[in-house]
């Protein structure tokens, strides 16, 4: 069984659209994130999420709106997608709140904006 | 930027070959870590080292930490080829709750 699961694994899209990412986690973590990668592989948090409350969001443009239904599952919605939103983004989930353990993350969803 | 930084960026290493890999951060920190990431794939925990620890083992990894350098190491001894992949390390401080990965380095283990 998938601990951390995202989908789509693919995402192409035209300039303008919105779309969404889903995540969910099997694990009963308290904790969910957000990450982008750029091109380079440099790797930057975005949203955190502990008990379905936003914790951390970062200098991230407010077209990134984070979702938790429940604590098992964080959705990203972006609005009015950009060239530079091209970037493969991960979700992650950790049992306790804050950074002081092991985060697991999922296979991550490859955004492409044409 | 806060984010830390690896080098080499790149390192090539025969099977069974020893590789080391180092990060330097900006700021005081409550722990380091280090995450694996294979091509196209999420990252893998490693090892968590806190601030209070200079050493910590776990199968062929050996990570050390010196907070006075703010730097970290991570060897890996007898590598295989099967370690192919990008290591980063991850920084967090708990005050702020910041937390960034650093440039990472891409190891390729040649058989």
């Known amino acids: 069984d998938t601990a951390v699961s995202q989908t789509p694994k693919y995402l192409v899209t035209q300039m303008g659209n919105d779309k969404s990412i889903k995540c969910e986690q099997n694990?009963?973590?308290?904790?969910m994130y957000w990450y982008k990668q750029d091109s380079k592989k440099f790797l930057k948090i975005m949203f955190s999420y502990n008990n379905k409350e936003l914790i951390i969001n970062e200098t991230v443009p407010n077209r990134f709106s984070p979702k938790s239904p429940d604590k098992a599952h964080l959705n990203l919605h972006i609005n009015s997608l950009e060239l530079g939103d091209s970037a493969v983004y991960f979700c992650?989930?950790?049992?306790?709140?804050?950074?002081?353990?092991?985060?697991?993350f999922g296979p991550g969803t490859r955004l492409t904006v044409l | 930027s806060q984010q830390g930084e690896e080098d080499p960026q790149a390192l090539s290493i025969q099977e069974g070959e020893n590789a080391t890999m180092n990060c330097s951060y900006k700021?005081?920190?409550?722990?380091l870590q280090w995450y694996r990431q294979n091509s196209g794939r999420g990252l893998v925990h490693l090892i968590l080292i806190r601030s209070n620890e200079r050493e910590k083992h776990s199968g062929r990894l050996r990570v050390t930490l010196d907070t006075s350098k703010k730097s970290s190491s991570l060897l890996i001894t007898a590598s295989r080829a099967a370690d192919t992949a990008s290591y980063f390390c991850a920084t967090s401080r708990f005050t702020g709750n910041q937390f960034y990965f650093g440039t990472g380095t891409s190891l390729t283990v040649i058989p």
């Open positions: 700021t005081s920190i409550n722990n």
């Open positions: 694990l009963g973590h308290d904790t």
């Open positions: 992650a989930s950790s049992p306790g709140q804050g950074f002081t353990d092991t985060q697991y």
